[in-house]
C-alpha cells in the first residue's frame, strides 16, 4: 500500500465527480472552495471555534472523495504498523 495506490483512488474518486457533475468548472470550482478552506484553517487554527467550522467545511467539500478517504485510512494503519515494528 504506497502511494500510488493513494493516487489510483483519488483518480478513480475524480472520474466519477466528471461524471456525476456535468457542469463546466464543477471540479475547479471544487478545488479552489477546498484550497480557500484550507488556507482560512492555517490562519484560523488557534481559534478553535472558526477553526472546528472551518474543519466542517472542509469534510463537507471532501465527502465525494470515498475511494480517497479509505485509501488514505488504509494508508496511515499500515505506515503506524511499521513504525511499531
Same mark, same amino acid.
Given at each position: 500500500?504506497?502511494?500510488? +495506490? #493513494?493516487?489510483?483512488? !483519488?483518480?478513480?474518486? &475524480?472520474? %466519477?465527480?466528471?461524471? *456525476? +457533475? #456535468?457542469?463546466?468548472? !464543477?471540479?475547479?470550482? &471544487?478545488? %479552489?472552495?477546498?484550497? *480557500?478552506? #484550507? ?14 467550522? #472551518? ?31
Amino acid at each position: 500500500m504506497g502511494p500510488s +495506490h #493513494i493516487s489510483e483512488a !483519488f483518480a478513480a474518486d &475524480l472520474e %466519477e465527480l466528471a461524471r *456525476k +457533475h #456535468i457542469a463546466i468548472g !464543477f471540479i475547479l470550482t &471544487l478545488r %479552489e472552495k477546498l484550497d *480557500k478552506n #484550507i488556507e482560512r484553517f492555517e490562519l484560523y487554527r488557534n481559534d478553535p471555534k472558526y477553526s472546528t467550522k #472551518i474543519k466542517r467545511k472542509i469534510k463537507e467539500l471532501a465527502s465525494p472523495f470515498h475511494r480517497l478517504h479509505a485509501a488514505l485510512h488504509e494508508y496511515r494503519l499500515h505506515s503506524s504498523n511499521r513504525e511499531e515494528c
